[in-house]
Each structure stands twice: as C-alpha cells, then as structure tokens.
C-alpha cells in the first residue's frame, strides 16, 4: 500500500514543506503504507529545469518509486483504475485504497492530516520519548540533502567563516508580520536574540562566541554591523524579504516566485539552495536562537533534537517568542 505526494502548486514556504512530509510520513508509519514522491513532478523550489520535484535537492524518501504504482494508460477502464492530474493512471483497489495521491500542502488532505489522533501519534515503543522527540526524528529522515546541495553549503560556510563553534541566530523578517498577528510572533531587531543567547547554558557573550546571523532582511544585518558585535553571515545570499510569502490579493503586494516564476526578481533556485543551507549550518552549530512561531525555526529545533544539539523541552529556552494558542508548550508545537 502506497501515498505518492506531489509537490506541484504547493506554494508555501520550504520549512512548511519539510513539515508536511514529516506530518504524511506519520500517516503512512501509522497505516502501514509506502511513502513515495512523484516523478516528474514540478516543485516550485526546483525551478524551471528540474522535474524531479522533492528530489531536486533531496534523497529518495524510499526505495520504492511512482512506476510501482501506476501504468501506462489502457482501454480497459474499470472501476479500480483512477486517473491523476497528469492522466496517468493509478492501480488502486477501491474497497482497500491501494494507492492514495496527495497533492500540495494546502490541498484536502490536510483534513486528513490534521486529525489529533493522527498529528499525535507516536509509535508505542518510543511513547515515553515523546512527541517532539519523534517528530524530530521524521524531520531528520526527510531532510537528508543531496550531495551537491551539502557541498554548495560547505562552500558558503568556508567563504564566510562559519564554524560549528557559531550560535546561530535565525531573526525573522518583518514583511511576514501581515499573515501572523494571530500567533503573537516577534518582528523586531537583535536585542532579544542576543539576551537569549547570553542566557543560555554557556552563553555567548562570556566565551566570546561568533554568531551566525540567518535572515531575510538586510536591515538585520545593517543593525548587527552598527552595534559592533561578532557576527558572520553569508554576504552573497539574495535576500528576498518577503517575496515568497503567499499574498492573497488585497492583502499583500508580494508575489509568490514559485511554480516557478511570477516574481522575475525571485531566482528561485538559489532561494532553496540557501534557504537548505542556513537551515543545514543552524542545527549544526554550537547553540541556536530563533521563533517558535517560524516554521523555519522549529524546524531547525527538530533537527538539533534529532542530533541531540538541544534537548526535546517544550520550554521556552531558545525561543524570542510564543504562541498564544499553545500556551502549555512555548517552544514547540506539532502544527505544519
């Protein structure tokens, strides 16, 4: 039994992409089924020239692949076959749901996704390790880059001095602010960064620590300059403040670049390489600070739990921020 996920149209951003997968992962550890990506398939993040969706930047989820499950088309229709948005045509039994086909992170399946029982689910053998513990292990598992994708890393690290010694600092940026007031996010400059870092176990300011500074806004890193502290940051990445946040219309005038490409400034390519490779250097390094209301942050915390960089606390030790909704558990929550 088989879930094939299709990364065509889903136009949220990276993190919340990761979290998806680790979420539909679950599912399918739950219902016993193999998790396989589409093929081709056309992930906004891929650009215009690779068709391998998921796997553009990433290792397989499985051994298995979308030709296990489907056929090429045939005159014999029944009522077992099922057609997918592409006309291909799916072997799927319809009294046991042999094949089931996800599509974007924002399509009906979230309906399915999001049921408690399911968003809670940990295997009985690792229930005593808890939810975040085995969230953060699915995230490890699906975010396994490819080769080139670690080695372009590794390049920009060397380039701009980054060591595994860094704390590193993920400062969201303030043109996101419109879509989440509802969830009491941080949109400010350093100041509480750097006293959450000083406070924590072995802080910053007391062993003379580089930071390692991630974010989108340039006016960021314009503040970390002006006040003199030691900081590193990748001074060739593009910044696009903003940009790949979806707008609603009447909302923002902010374009989307994916499928790929209504933001001609948006190269979106390079976006996910070095959206890849701060998420890479931030669970890797010495400490971390960032907002428990990114995705891209908590997503950075999942995979230091995973390496047991940081420890599965709910609390609020490496978080600016909180919210509201979920106030038993400042520093994580299992929503996408």
């Given at each position: 039994r088989a879930v094939v996920n299709s990364f065509d149209r889903a136009y949220w951003g990276l993190a919340v992409n990761v979290h998806y997968l680790t979420?539909?992962?679950?599912?399918?550890?739950?219902?016993?089924?193999?998790?396989?990506t589409a093929k081709p398939d056309h992930w906004n993040y891929g650009g215009r020239s690779c068709r391998d969706g998921w796997e553009c930047?990433?290792?397989?989820?499985?051994?298995?692949?979308?030709?296990?499950?489907?056929?090429?088309?045939?005159?014999?229709?029944?009522?077992?076959?099922?057609?997918?948005?592409?006309?291909y045509l799916y072997q799927i039994d319809t009294s046991r749901e042999q094949t089931l086909y996800f599509s974007n992170v924002d399509g009906p399946w979230l309906k399915i996704l999001n049921d408690p029982a399911l968003k809670n689910f940990v295997p009985p053998a690792f229930e005593h390790r808890g939810l975040l513990w085995w969230r953060s292990q699915l995230a490890r598992f699906v975010f396994r880059p490819k080769k080139g994708?670690?080695?372009?890393?590794?390049?920009?690290?060397?380039?701009?001095?980054?060591?595994?010694?860094t704390v590193g600092l993920h400062v969201r940026h303030g043109d996101k602010a419109w879509d989440v007031m509802h969830q009491g996010s941080y949109m400010g400059g350093l100041a509480p960064y750097l006293q959450k870092a000083q406070a924590a176990p072995g802080g910053t300011a007391s062993?003379?620590?580089?930071?390692?500074?991630?974010?989108?806004?340039?006016a960021v890193l314009d503040e970390?300059?002006?006040?003199?502290i030691k900081a590193v940051w990748d001074d060739e990445e593009a910044r696009f403040n903003g940009t790949h946040v979806f707008s609603p219309i009447g909302v923002s005038e902010k374009r989307w670049p994916g499928f790929p490409g209504n933001d001609p400034a948006v190269d979106t390519v390079a976006y996910a390489l070095d959206s890849i490779k701060s998420i890479l250097l931030l669970s890797r390094g010495r400490g971390f600070v960032g907002t428990a209301t990114s995705c891209f942050s908590r997503l950075v915390y999942q995979l230091r739990v995973a390496s047991r960089l940081s420890p599965p606390d709910l609390g609020d030790g490496w978080t600016v921020d909180s919210d509201p909704r979920y106030p038993a558990s400042p520093g994580w929550f299992a929503d996408p």
């Open positions: 979420v539909l992962l679950n599912f399918c550890l739950r219902e016993n089924r193999t998790l396989v930047y990433f290792e397989p989820l499985s051994e298995c692949t979308e030709g296990d499950v489907w056929q090429p088309y045939t005159s014999d229709i029944r009522d077992d076959i099922h057609f997918d948005f592409r006309g994708v670690l080695e372009y890393t590794q390049a920009r690290a060397d380039a701009f001095g980054w060591t595994p010694e062993e003379g620590r580089t930071l390692f500074l991630s974010t989108d806004d340039a970390a300059e002006r006040s003199g």
